[in-house]
C-alpha cells in the first residue's frame, strides 16, 4: 500500500492538536447533520414555507459538509484509497451543490428582504385602521350620547326640566366641571345666568349681552372656545388650581311661535338666543375634542326646538285658558240677555194689560157720557177727553206693536184672503172722514189682480189704511186716489231705492198700491225723515194734526215683513205726494197643484167643473156600458181611452193615465186580478193612476175585495153624471174615495 | 103653436110616457145629458149599439138553451152581460126581466129561462120600436129647425 500524501500522525507530538481536529471536525459534522435536522422538523411544523427547493439544496449542501467533515475524521489516520476515493467523491459534489446553492441564493434573498417590507406595510395598516376604529367607535358613542340627551329634553315639555335636563346630561356625557346657561332678560340687553349644573342656584348674575365674546359666539352656530377668563366663563371661585379646564361656549336659539315657516328652519331671523357655556375640568389636561364640539353643537339645537315645543304648548294652554273664560263670560252675557229680553216681554205683555184696561174704561165711559146730557162745555170737554184717550190708546198700541216689530218677535199671520175686500173695507172706513172733509176718495184695481192671495190680511190692512189715512190728514181738500195692481218690471223698482230687486216668481206676486193725494206735499230733505219713529215733519201744516209719528215706521216694518218696499214721493210743498209700497203676496193653491195641470190657478173656491184633458182609462168587457162611461166621461172633458180587457188594458195603461176606471161586476176576479198588475206595474204612488171600480151592488164584500187589493175607489152603477163629477173632485183632490153611491 | 114646438111638446110627451111606462128609466135621461155640440149623436149611437148587442146574446141565448145539455154558465154570463148592457142604457124592463132570468139560470130551470128568454126579446123589440119613434121624432125636430128639448 502506498501510503498518502498527508502528513503521518504522529502520536506523541503532534497528538493533542491532532485530538482537537478530530474532536472539532466530528462536532462540525454532528452539526452539520443536525442543522437541516432542525430545518426539517421546523419547517414541517410551519404551516407554510414557499422555498422548499432552496430547503432541499440547502440541506443537501449542509449533509454533504457534514459528510466531508465526517469522512475527514478518517484521514488522521492511516486510510485507504477507498476513504480516499469517498473522500474526493463527497467533496465533488459537496463543491457542486454548494456552488449550485450560492447561486439561487442570489435570487431568493431579494425576495425574502421584499417579504419583509410588506409586513412593515401592513402593519402600518394595521395601526392605521385601528386608529379609525377609535374614531368611529367616538362618534358613535357621541352619537349615542347626543340620542339619549335628546330623548331625556324632549321627554318634557316643561321649560326648566328641559334645560336642567339639557345641563346635567351634557355635564355627565363629557364629564364636565360646569355647565350654565344665561338667558336673555326681558330687556334684551343683558344675559342673565339662569342655570348652572353644581351650583344649585345660581346668583342673579348678569352680564351685558354686547360682550365681543358673546356676539361672537351669537354670530355663528358652532361652539366656539373662550377664554376662560370672559365673563360668561368666571362661574366658580377660583380654587386656586393650576390651570382651568378650557371653556366652550354655543348659542342655544330661542324660538317663537311665529318664527316657523313650513319649508325652512329658522335662521338668523331669531333674534333671541340664550348662552350655554361648557368648562371642562380644571387640572385635568382634556382639550376640546372636535366630536365634543359637535355633540355640544347638536344638543343645543335640539334644546332650542324642545324649548319651543315647550313655548307652543305654554301658548296653546294659555289660549285655551283664555277662550274658556271668554266662554264663560259669553255665557253669561247671554244668560242675562235672555233674562231682560223676557223681563222686557213680561212687562210688555202686562202694560200691555195694564194699559189697556184703563184706556178701555176711559174711552168706553167717556162715549157713553158722551150720550148723556151736557151742557156745550162739559160736552167739548168730554170729546177733548176722548179724542186724548183715542190717541193715546193708538199710540199704546202702536208702541207696543213697535217694540214686537223692534225685536223680530213679530210675525206675520199668513192665510189666504180676499184682496178686493180688503180694499173695499179699507175704503168704507175712511170714507166717512174723508167726506167730512169733503175730499173724493176712488179706489182703482187693476183687473189682473187675483181676487185672492195668501198673506197676512190684518197687517196688509193695517198698511194701507195708515197710508189712506195719512193722505186724508194731510189734505185739506181735492182727491185721494188709491191704485192698486200686480207690480212686474219697472214697476217693481223704486227708482230711489237700487238695492230692492225683487225676483219675481211663479207662486208668488207682488202688490203695488200707490195713494196719491193733492194735500201739502212733503219737501224733499223731509222725505228720509219720514219713516224713522217719533219724527214729525215741521211744518206749521201739520203740526196740528196730532199722530204720533209712529204711523209710518210702523207700516215700514210690515212692509219689510212681506219683502217689500214702501217710499213716499213728492214733488214739493204744497205739491201734493204719492206714497207707494210693494209687497210680496203668494197666489193661494191646493197641496196637489202640481199634479193636476188641469186646475186653473185661484179659482179655488169655484168648484171644478171641468176636467180638461184629463187622460182615463175605462176597462168594461160591456160594449154598451162601455161606451155609456165613456160618453159620460168625454163629456166631463176628459181624453178617454176605452179598453175592453184586462189584459188590453194592461198592455196600454201609463202613467199618463190618472184614473183608470174598471167594471168589477163581471163574475170572475177578473177586475181585481187587474187592480193588482196595475199596483205591480207602477210601483211609485205618484205614478201609479187612481183605481176605480164601477160595480152594480156595493155590499161589504165587494168594498172589502177592492180595498184589500188596493183600489182607490168605488162606484156604484149607475152613475150620473153630477156623481161622476163630484167622483173625480174627490179623487183627484184627496186621491182616495172610498164609496160613492 | 109653430110647428118646431109642437113636435118638442110631442117629443118630451113621448119620453114622459116612456118614462112613466117604466120603458126606461133616469139612467136614459142621464144619457140624454151626455149629448150635446160634440156628441151630437150619442145616444143613437149607444142605443144601436145596444139594440145589436142585445139581439146577438138573445141568439146566443137561444142557441145555448136549444142544447141537449144545457151549459148554464153559459146562459148566465149572457144574461149578466144583457143585465149590464140594460142598464146603462137605462131599459129597465129588460133589465128586471135578466134579474129574474138569472134566478132561473141558477136554479136551472130549463123552461124558466126559455119563457123569460121570450120575455125578454119581446121586451127588446117593443123597446127598439119605441125607441126607434122617439128618434124619429128628434129628427124630425131637427130637420124642422129646432133643437132637442133637453129632459130635466
Request: glycine letters at 4%.
Amino acid at each position: 500500500m502506498e501510503s498518502c500524501n498527508c502528513i503521518e500522525p504522529q502520536w506523541p507530538a503532534d497528538e493533542l492538536l491532532m485530538k482537537y481536529q478530530y474532536i472539532s471536525d466530528f462536532f462540525i459534522a454532528l452539526a452539520y447533520f443536525s442543522i437541516p435536522l432542525e430545518l426539517i422538523y421546523f419547517v414541517k411544523k410551519s404551516a407554510v414555507f414557499p422555498y422548499r427547493w432552496v430547503l432541499v439544496q440547502f440541506g443537501a449542501f449542509i449533509v454533504l459538509c457534514g459528510a466531508t467533515h465526517l469522512i475527514s475524521l478518517w484521514t488522521f489516520s492511516v486510510h485507504s484509497k477507498t476513504v480516499e476515493a469517498v473522500m474526493t467523491t463527497a467533496k465533488v459534489l459537496t463543491a457542486a451543490v454548494s456552488c449550485a446553492t450560492a447561486l439561487m441564493l442570489v435570487h431568493i434573498i431579494p425576495d425574502l428582504l421584499s417579504v419583509k417590507n410588506r409586513e412593515r406595510f401592513l402593519k402600518n395598516k394595521a395601526a392605521e385602521l385601528d386608529r379609525e376604529m377609535g374614531l368611529i367607535r367616538t362618534q358613535e358613542e357621541t352619537g349615542r350620547h347626543v340620542r339619549m340627551l335628546t330623548h331625556e329634553i324632549r321627554s318634557t315639555l316643561d321649560r326648566h326640566t328641559i334645560l336642567k335636563t339639557t345641563l346635567v346630561e351634557l355635564g355627565r356625557t363629557l364629564a364636565l366641571e360646569e355647565c350654565a346657561l344665561w338667558m336673555p332678560t326681558r330687556t334684551g340687553i343683558e344675559l342673565q345666568l339662569s342655570y348652572t349644573l353644581r351650583q344649585q342656584n345660581p346668583v342673579g348674575y348678569t352680564v351685558p349681552i354686547h360682550h365681543p365674546v358673546i356676539n361672537q359666539v351669537f354670530s355663528g352656530n358652532r361652539a366656539v372656545k373662550i377664554s376662560p377668563n370672559c365673563p360668561v366663563a368666571r362661574l366658580r371661585p377660583l380654587s386656586g388650581k393650576y390651570m382651568q379646564g378650557e371653556v366652550v361656549a354655543v348659542r342655544v336659539p330661542l324660538l317663537h311661535l311665529n318664527n316657523f315657516q313650513i319649508n325652512d328652519w329658522p335662521e338668523l331671523s331669531t333674534k333671541s338666543y340664550a348662552l350655554m357655556v361648557l368648562m371642562l375640568p380644571s387640572d385635568s389636561a382634556r382639550r376640546w375634542h372636535v366630536h365634543e364640539l359637535e355633540l355640544v353643537e347638536v344638543v343645543a339645537d335640539q334644546v332650542a326646538v324642545a324649548l319651543s315645543h315647550a313655548a307652543i304648548l305654554e301658548e296653546s294652554m294659555r289660549a285655551r285658558d283664555l277662550l274658556m273664560e271668554q266662554n264663560v263670560a259669553l255665557d253669561l252675557a247671554r244668560r242675562e240677555a235672555e233674562t231682560a229680553i223676557r223681563a222686557r216681554n213680561d212687562f210688555l205683555a202686562v202694560m200691555n194689560h195694564e194699559m189697556r184696561t184703563p184706556m178701555h174704561a176711559i174711552i168706553a165711559l167717556s162715549s157713553l157720557l158722551q150720550e148723556t146730557e151736557l151742557t156745550p162745555e162739559q160736552r167739548l170737554m168730554v170729546e177733548t177727553i176722548l179724542k186724548s184717550s183715542n190717541l193715546l190708546a193708538t199710540l199704546i198700541n202702536d208702541v207696543l206693536d213697535l217694540s214686537r216689530l223692534e225685536d223680530g218677535s213679530l210675525q206675520l199671520d199668513i192665510e189666504t184672503f180676499n184682496v178686493h175686500a180688503t180694499f173695499t173695507e179699507v175704503l168704507n172706513l175712511i170714507k166717512p172722514i174723508a167726506s167730512v172733509k169733503k175730499l173724493l176718495i176712488t179706489l182703482n184695481l187693476a183687473p189682473e189682480l187675483p181676487e185672492f192671495a195668501v198673506g197676512d190680511e190684518k197687517r196688509l190692512m193695517q198698511t194701507i189704511l195708515n197710508v189712506v189715512g195719512n193722505a186724508v190728514k194731510f189734505s185739506k181738500e181735492g182727491s185721494i186716489s188709491i191704485t192698486a195692481f200686480v207690480a212686474k218690471g219697472e214697476t217693481l223698482r223704486d227708482p230711489q231705492a237700487p238695492d230692492f230687486f225683487p225676483v219675481s216668481s211663479n207662486n208668488h206676486f207682488y202688490l203695488r198700491v200707490q195713494v196719491k193725494d193733492s194735500g201739502a206735499g212733503i219737501s224733499p230733505q223731509d222725505i228720509p225723515k219720514l219713516f224713522t219713529k217719533f219724527t214729525q215733519t215741521q211744518s206749521t201744516a201739520t203740526r196740528n194734526s196730532g199722530g204720533s209719528g209712529l204711523g209710518l215706521a210702523i207700516c215700514k216694518r210690515f212692509v219689510n215683513l212681506m219683502e217689500g218696499h214702501i217710499w213716499i214721493e213728492s214733488e214739493g210743498l204744497g205739491k201734493g205726494c204719492t206714497a207707494i209700497f210693494i209687497v210680496k203676496l203668494a197666489f193661494p193653491e191646493r197641496s196637489n197643484e202640481s199634479r193636476l195641470p188641469f186646475i186653473p190657478k185661484g179659482h179655488v173656491n169655484q168648484g171644478l167643473t171641468s176636467f180638461p184633458g184629463l187622460k182615463v182609462l175605462v176597462m168594461d168587457d160591456n160594449g154598451v156600458s162601455r161606451m155609456v162611461t165613456k160618453g159620460l166621461l168625454v163629456h166631463l172633458g176628459c181624453d178617454v181611452t176605452p179598453v175592453s180587457s184586462s189584459d188590453e188594458c194592461l198592455h196600454v195603461v201609463s202613467q199618463d193615465h190618472k184614473v183608470v176606471f174598471m167594471d168589477v161586476c163581471v163574475p170572475s176576479m177578473d177586475g181585481y186580478e187587474l187592480a193588482v198588475r196595475i199596483h205591480e206595474k207602477f210601483t211609485k204612488r205618484h205614478e201609479r193612476p187612481l183605481i176605480v171600480a164601477l160595480t152594480g151592488n156595493t155590499d161589504k164584500l165587494t168594498k172589502e175585495a177592492c180595498m184589500r187589493v188596493g183600489m182607490d175607489g168605488v162606484i156604484l152603477k149607475p152613475v150620473s153624471v153630477d156623481k161622476m163629477r163630484s167622483v173625480l173632485t174627490d179623487l183627484l183632490e184627496h186621491r182616495v174615495l172610498f164609496e160613492a153611491i | 103653436m109653430n110647428a118646431v114646438a109642437q113636435l118638442q111638446r110631442q117629443f118630451v110627451d113621448y119620453f114622459n110616457s116612456l118614462y112613466r111606462e117604466g120603458v126606461v128609466d133616469d139612467q136614459f135621461a142621464e144619457l140624454q145629458k151626455l149629448q150635446d155640440e160634440s156628441t151630437p149623436d150619442f145616444v143613437a149611437e149607444v142605443v144601436t149599439l145596444f139594440f145589436e148587442d142585445c139581439e146577438k146574446l138573445i141568439n146566443n141565448m137561444a142557441k145555448a138553451l136549444d142544447q141537449q145539455v144545457v151549459d148554464y154558465k153559459q146562459v148566465d154570463s149572457h144574461v149578466h152581460q144583457l143585465k149590464g148592457s140594460s142598464s146603462s142604457v137605462g131599459a129597465m124592463r129588460v133589465k128586471n126581466l135578466c134579474i129574474a132570468f138569472r134566478t132561473h139560470c141558477e136554479a136551472q130551470n130549463r123552461d124558466g129561462c126559455v119563457r123569460c128568454l121570450q120575455q125578454v126579446n119581446n121586451e127588446y123589440l117593443f123597446l127598439k120600436n119605441k125607441l126607434q119613434t122617439l128618434f124619429r121624432l128628434q129628427q124630425q125636430i131637427l130637420a124642422a129647425g129646432g133643437s132637442i128639448p133637453t129632459i130635466a
